[in-house]
């Protein structure tokens, strides 16, 4: 039962062009979503988030999406650059059954590549 | 502020072996999480604790135990190492509540069981 899903397992860009990284989940008491990128023999690190109560959130060159009738989220980068290949997971908070601490649940991680 | 840290970095098992993969917080976060990633795969949460003294079972708890017995500290422990848990754990913590959610995470560490 994945209740997050990212189903590009990889994304390949130019520099200075968009990149549009996209997520879909099934369970729709998640009321939280966030976007952690990973660099190799790293942690997972927190890139941006979004409430359930809005659907679109902006950081700098970082913009997420959240479209609740979808069930649907997307990362935009732009521009993209060399240093921002990582991978890129989604995650959810919230469910049926969460009663406390504040779990996440993953999506399976896409690769992005920036290429120069 | 050292963050998350794990230790050992990287750890090679035999079957049947046991150890305990250390996580310590200094950021006096009150919830401290473990995953486990496999290859092409997101993280799974094994166990979590929301203070001293409580942990609870996440999605994979299965061969694993945990304490929690002050607010730094949240060891992992593998009693009888098996060949399905190799993978690379990564240790998290953030503050409690659930106003933000950012977790924060530890470096891994990879560990293969033979």
């Known amino acids: 039962d994945q209740q997050v899903k990212q189903n590009s397992p990889s994304l390949s860009v130019q520099e200075g062009r968009i990149s549009i990284l996209n997520c879909d989940y099934t369970n729709s008491m998640f009321d939280y979503f966030l976007w952690y990128k990973k660099y190799p023999a790293e942690g997972p690190t927190f890139l941006i988030s979004?409430?359930?109560?809005?659907d679109k959130n902006e950081d700098g060159r970082f913009t997420v999406f959240l479209n609740k009738s979808a069930k649907h989220l997307s990362l935009h980068i732009v521009p993209s650059q060399p240093g921002d290949s990582a991978v890129y997971f989604c995650a959810a908070k919230g469910g049926v059954g969460e009663t406390s601490g504040s779990r996440l649940t993953f999506g399976e991680g896409t690769q992005l590549t920036v290429n120069p | 502020n050292a963050g998350v840290t794990q230790t050992p970095k990287f750890r090679i098992l035999k079957i049947g072996q046991s150890m305990t993969l250390q996580c310590t917080q200094d950021?006096?976060?009150?919830?401290m999480y473990w995953y486990r990633q496999d290859p092409g795969m997101g993280l799974k949460l094994i166990y979590y604790?929301?203070?001293?003294?409580?942990?609870d079972k996440g999605e994979v708890p299965n061969g694993y135990n945990v304490s929690r017995s002050t607010t730094e500290d949240f060891p992992l422990r593998l009693e009888l190492a098996a060949p399905s848990q190799t993978s690379v754990y990564f240790c998290a913590s953030k503050i409690s509540g659930t106003g933000l959610s950012e977790q924060y995470f530890g470096p891994g560490t990879r560990l293969t069981v033979t």
């Open positions: 950021m006096n976060h009150n919830y």
């Open positions: 979004i409430s359930s109560i809005k």
């Open positions: 604790s929301v203070g001293a003294g409580i942990t």
